[in-house]
């Protein structure tokens, strides 16, 4: 069955937890509509992160997101994810999808390189027998050495990011879902891992990535999302949607 990902009138509430103090709620709703911020019906102070959204992806489909500092991509990111469930409205995935987004969740600080290996593998839906098959190609993607057998609170946090995207990236995805914040160490570790990543997204039947740069959008996506305040602004081909972006963030001057 080929991939796909259909979501119809999706709405995301994110409840904001530490408002129970009556004046820091009453201060944090006073913020409005306008932040998206309003009380459910069970008086939880919540922040409406999807708007109402609805949209279709198929096998091929390579979709930008775009828009403000918290227009809801990475909230997006993790609806198809099914890191968090919709509010309302349905969410359908078809097809095994890899988020690279937490990439080092799941690492045990206390386990070793190559013990992180298993658990974060399985944790990705990884079967034994494929970690057993891949860790060697892990292990020397990292280029850690002997540090695999050490234990992972031993690693500089550009060590951890590096056992961490070798992992996430051996998994074979049919979705792949990216957040374009994925520093990935060093620049010599840079260029090999955006190789590999290219490699992935050729691989993928649907990918989705949330990115600030109009240039990467117009290199690898065909269609692109504008989304604002957790809206659908504008879902379409690259060029009218970027080019309207483009216009919107800069207005001709007159
Ligand atoms: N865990 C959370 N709890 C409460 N509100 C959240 C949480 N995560 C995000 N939000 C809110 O949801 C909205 C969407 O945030 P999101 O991170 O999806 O935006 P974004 O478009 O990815 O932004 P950016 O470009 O800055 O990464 C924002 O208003 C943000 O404040």
Redesign the pocket.
């Known amino acids: 069955m080929p991939a796909s990902i259909t979501l119809q009138n999706v709405h995301l509430d994110?409840?904001?937890f530490d408002v129970s103090a009556i004046s820091l709620k009453k201060r944090v709703l006073r913020m409005g509509r306008r932040?998206?911020i309003a009380e459910d019906n069970t008086g939880v102070v919540v922040?409406r992160?999807i708007d109402d959204l609805s949209i279709k992806l198929e096998s091929g489909d390579r979709l930008g997101l775009i828009?403000?500092?918290?227009?809801?991509?990475?909230?997006?990111l993790r609806v198809m994810a099914g890191i968090y469930p919709p509010s309302s409205g349905t969410v359908d995935v078809q097809g095994k999808s890899v988020p690279l987004l937490d990439i080092a969740l799941g690492m045990d600080d206390q386990s070793t390189g190559r013990q992180n290996i298993r658990l974060r593998g399985l944790l990705l839906g990884m079967t034994d027998a494929e970690i057993k098959r891949k860790t060697e190609d892990i292990a020397e993607f990292t280029e850690l050495g002997d540090y695999l057998d050490l234990p992972l609170r031993t690693y500089s946090s550009g060590m951890r990011v590096r056992l961490a995207f070798a992992i996430s990236t051996a998994v074979e995805a049919d979705i792949l879902l990216l957040d374009e914040?994925l520093g990935v160490g060093d620049a010599s570790f840079q260029e090999k891992a955006n190789k590999r990543l290219q490699d992935l997204h050729a691989r993928a039947e649907i990918v989705v990535l949330?990115i600030?740069s109009s240039d990467t959008i117009r290199k690898t996506c065909n269609k692109v999302l504008w989304?604002e305040r957790?809206k659908l602004r504008m879902f379409g081909g690259v060029e009218d949607v970027v080019n309207a972006y483009d216009e919107a963030m800069n207005p001709p001057q007159t």
């Open positions: 994110l409840p904001i932040n998206r922040v992160a828009g403000h500092n918290g227009a809801g991509k990475s909230t997006l914040v949330a600030h989304m957790g």
